[in-house]
């Protein structure tokens, strides 16, 4: 979704603080709101000059129109929480940004966090990798990898092509020797909560294949609602293909009930690592702060 300018007016027309209003669904499990806030946080440390406030689509409150409403004449900036584009990235974010048409703050709205970029892909890393440095030493046979998998059809087939993030990862200690060391997975899920849009469907898999190539293994997908295979289905999938030690990965920003959903399939199937969501992990603050900043660095009258 391109930024769109509201209320036109010349940076003199603005006082305080830029805003920075990160945007979650929301979500009836209390888990969730407690990690949006975390996360909130998180940037706000990262950025003392900026005001950073979360807001919640549904369930929780406050809304966001609530806080644009707040500000006065000031910039702000929407950061939607929101790893694909589909429904709430391309119909409920766009209301509110049409609905603020009246207030005196002048609001822009960025992109979704995803498609899968290098610190997005570090975050999800990060907790997977912390999943897996629980797991006991079992060495793994030296031909682990993609050449030991046969037959089996992965959604996630190959890394994505023609998209060039914006953003670069930090540098994690150890990088993601807990994944790929003989002591680590030999396949990974990419768990998501799951969309009827396929073309956002499409992202999460380009994501497990990048996921895939980071850690040198085969990958898949598994949702834990709407179309396509469970967590589990994919476990067991990569199972049958001859995979012995399979981790679930996070595809989700917050713990709740589909996250939940999917940690209970890929654990009936017999993962052996199971990822947190992603959180305030550093790399998911970066990508934010990448976000925000797109928009605040670029004048007004250029963001229509």
């Known amino acids: 979704m391109r930024p769109a300018r509201l209320t036109p007016r010349g940076r003199d027309g603005l006082s ?70 589909a429904y709430h990235g391309r119909v409920d974010l766009p209301a509110v940004v049409r609905a603020a048409e009246s207030l005196p703050v002048s609001v822009t709205a960025t992109d979704v966090l995803g498609p899968a970029s290098p610190l997005l892909l570090a975050a999800v890393s990060r907790r997977l990798d912390a999943a897996c440095r629980r797991l006991p030493e079992t060495p793994l ?105 399979v981790g679930m990965a996070a595809y989700f920003l917050a713990p709740g009930l589909l996250y939940d959903v999917a940690v209970r399939s890929a654990t009936q199937a017999g993962a052996v690592a199971i990822a947190e969501p992603l959180g305030a992990a550093p790399e998911l603050v970066q990508l934010v702060i990448a976000r925000a900043e797109s928009n605040l660095d670029t004048p007004l009258a250029a963001a229509a």
């Open 16 to 85: 305080g603080r830029p805003a920075v209003v990160l945007v979650a669904h929301g979500s009836r499990d209390p888990r969730a709101a407690v990690a949006t806030e975390s996360l909130a946080r998180a940037v706000q440390v990262a950025r003392p000059e900026w005001d950073v406030q979360a807001s919640y689509l549904d369930h929780d409150g406050p809304r966001p129109l609530d806080i644009l409403a707040s500000l006065g004449t000031r910039r702000a900036v929407l950061v939607p929480l929101l790893l694909t584009a």
């Open 141 to 245: 046979n030296a031909d682990r990898g993609l050449s030991r998998l046969k037959g089996v059809s992965l959604e996630a087939s190959r890394p994505p092509s023609g998209h060039v993030p914006l953003d670069e990862p930090l540098r994690m200690a150890g990088g993601d020797r807990g994944c790929s060391s003989s002591a680590g997975l030999d396949a990974v899920v990419l768990a998501a909560a799951g969309t009827r849009n396929a073309a956002a469907r499409e992202t999460v898999a380009a994501a497990a294949a990048a996921l895939g190539a980071r850690l040198g293994l085969p990958a898949a997908v598994g949702y834990a609602s709407g179309p396509g295979g469970t967590a589990g289905e994919a476990v067991a999938a990569l199972q049958g293909a001859g995979a012995r030690r």
